[in-house]
Antibody, heavy 120, light 109 residues
């Protein structure tokens, strides 16, 4: 059974870069068949898809965030990462890593989420 | 971009009652592309329904999904105490790939 765990700083200063890592266990990130996904939830709000990456390197980003987002995979550590640059208070959110299975159109596994606050 | 509108925003019901949640899309979408999630406070969302009507593994049969075109529905036949939560619909599209509705909160009356 796959497990996903987010890690990274809980506090980021405005204009800096938010960096998070998702460690995957129970399945190889290179086994194929999965899109490794980042989703965020603004305080008291709904869910926003940030982007996802396939093990081959194919990446899709939300157009609303594309200019500031970078998602990458580290196969040696079986994890994938998110970088969001030039953050503002509007980027304060719970960030989830998750998995979408190729051939399906939903997210079937989620990490527990990590709160990132943007504040000086 | 396809916009998902969920209604009502809040549903106040008693345990044992039937809950009917609506998700309308701004354009017609394939039923294969619609999913529903449940989220409780402090927890990650949990997949309930995919392909508009297929229950995810371990989901009780009191949860059912239906719909086509632009109108999709999540029904909880008899509310259990653990079903009081927020529910989101989600669709898969061209760009952005995944979009979510604003959510419906099912609260105890």
């Amino acid at each position: 059974q796959v497990q996903l765990q987010e890690s990274g700083p809980g506090l980021v200063k405005p204009s800096q870069t938010l960096s998070l890592t998702c460690t995957v266990s129970g399945v190889s990130i290179t086994s194929g068949g999965y899109y490794w996904t980042w989703i965020r939830q603004l305080p008291g709000k709904g869910l926003e898809w940030i982007g996802y990456i396939y093990y081959s390197g194919s990446i899709h980003y939300n157009p609303s965030l594309r200019s500031r987002v970078h998602i990458s995979i580290d196969t040696s550590k079986n994890h994938f990462s998110l970088k969001l640059s030039s953050v503002t208070a509007a980027d304060t959110a719970v960030y989830y890593c998750a998995r979408r299975t190729s051939g399906y159109y939903h997210v079937d596994s989620w990490g527990q989420g990590t709160l990132v606050t943007v504040s000086s | 971009e396809v916009v998902l509108t969920q209604s009502p925003g809040t549903l106040s019901l008693s345990p044992g009652e039937r809950a009917t949640l609506s998700c309308r899309t701004s354009q017609s979408v394939s039923s294969s592309y619609i999913a529903w999630y449940q989220q409780k406070p402090g927890q990650a969302p949990r997949l309930l329904i995919y392909g508009a009507s297929s229950r995810a593994t371990g989901i009780p049969d009191r949860f059912s999904g239906s719909g086509s075109g632009t109108d999709f529905t999540l029904t909880i036949s008899r509310l259990e105490p653990e079903d009081f939560a927020v529910y989101y619909c989600q669709q898969y599209g061209n760009s952005p790939k995944l979009t979510f509705g604003g959510g419906t909160k099912v609260e105890i009356k």
